[in-house]
């Protein structure tokens, strides 16, 4: 992993920003929200909240460790049952009950932090003598970043070196070659979902960890032209008429929904689309509810990465062989799936 700074040295070890070094008595991590987390030793009993944390500490080999789990986690189907049939204690939207996380005993909770009651649960684990550490991606670097911070609270540095330096390797590659790309040839693209359709309004995604990835494979996104550093944007059809991108990409955690979400763009203003007169339209499955979904805040990401990218610039990367870098992923590193 590349150290990008020290920000302190002390007894247990060198603390650096988004990771650590192991000292002789005990573990300190720097975490995504900028707390210093400090552990006894890399921690055998955990409990983590998200799905896509999960599935990185299980890609770690770190699964016999997991103890409790979020509510979503047991929805992923990138998530072995053994993991699954975990105790559930709760999730950041609704609240944790931290009654039920402390029975379990654990060592260490991972979780996201910035939204629903993130805050009000970190204060109580802490407040009842439980370390937290708090990630969020907001781009692909983020992510690499949280499978270091995961892989050296559990005790898989390795591993995660591992797996971080295959990912960033081919992500390094395509942001290489989508730089060479002249600006004449970088289309406007719209990133969107249509959860809210039925309101008028359309869920943009501008400075988000997908949104980000239209601008890393030679696109233009016209949301983040628009709102800058804001993430998930609501707006009207008004202003998605303003645009007029040059392709769309609808995007959905399961077929059905994309389904449904593509048969919805058929009245009158989105036949004045250019984008989808022209059927450049393009639906794109998330998160992990699908074995063929991608965009996700995990390694899959990568795999999604060179799929937008054969979707944005074709003429760059029509090649890109996205099918045999999930093969080598799941092979390499989700073979529990298998068992």
């Not at 393009?282 to 990401?301: A, E, F, H, I, K």
Request: hydrophobic letters at 45%.
């Amino acid at each position: 992993m590349a150290i990008i700074a020290v920000i302190a040295v002390s007894s247990v070890g060198i603390l650096l920003a988004g990771g650590y070094l192991n000292g002789g008595s005990g573990v300190k991590i720097l975490d995504m929200s900028g707390r210093s987390v400090q552990l006894n030793s890399t921690a055998s009993r955990v409990v983590i909240l998200e799905s896509y944390w999960t599935e990185i500490a299980c890609a770690l080999g770190a699964q016999d460790k997991i103890i409790g789990i979020g509510t979503y986690v047991t929805s992923s189907v990138f998530i072995p049952d053994s993991v699954k049939n975990k105790t559930v204690v709760g999730n950041v939207f609704s609240g944790v009950n931290i009654e039920t996380v402390l029975s379990l005993k654990p060592d260490l909770v991972i979780m996201d932090y910035g939204y629903g009651k993130s805050e009000e649960i970190v204060r109580g684990l802490e407040a009842a003598g439980v370390p937290v550490i708090t990630l969020f991606a907001k781009n692909f670097a983020d992510i690499s970043n949280a499978t270091m911070i995961i892989g050296q609270a559990l005790g898989k540095v390795e591993r995660a070196q591992a797996l971080s330096g295959y990912i960033n390797g081919l992500h390094s590659q395509l942001i290489s070659n989508a730089s060479k790309i002249p600006a004449g040839e970088k289309p406007r693209v719209l990133i969107c979902n249509l959860d809210v359709w039925k309101d008028g309004l359309i869920y943009t995604y501008s400075n988000t960890s997908w949104g980000n990835v239209v601008v890393d494979v030679g696109g233009i996104n016209v949301a983040h032209e628009s709102f800058g550093s804001k993430s998930w944007v609501k707006v009207n059809m008004e202003q998605v008429l303003q645009w007029d991108p040059d392709l769309i990409v609808i995007v959905g955690r399961t077929q059905s929904v994309l389904a449904s979400q593509i048969g919805s763009m058929n009245d009158t203003n989105w036949l004045s689309l250019r984008a989808v007169r022209e059927g450049r339209v393009y639906p794109v499955l998330t998160g992990s509810y699908d074995r063929n979904s991608y965009l996700d805040w995990t390694p899959r990401m990568v795999v999604g990465e060179l799929q937008l990218a054969a979707i944005i610039q074709p003429a760059h990367f029509a090649s890109a062989d996205w099918a045999s870098v999930r093969d080598r992923l799941m092979d390499g590193y989700y073979g529990y799936l298998k068992s």
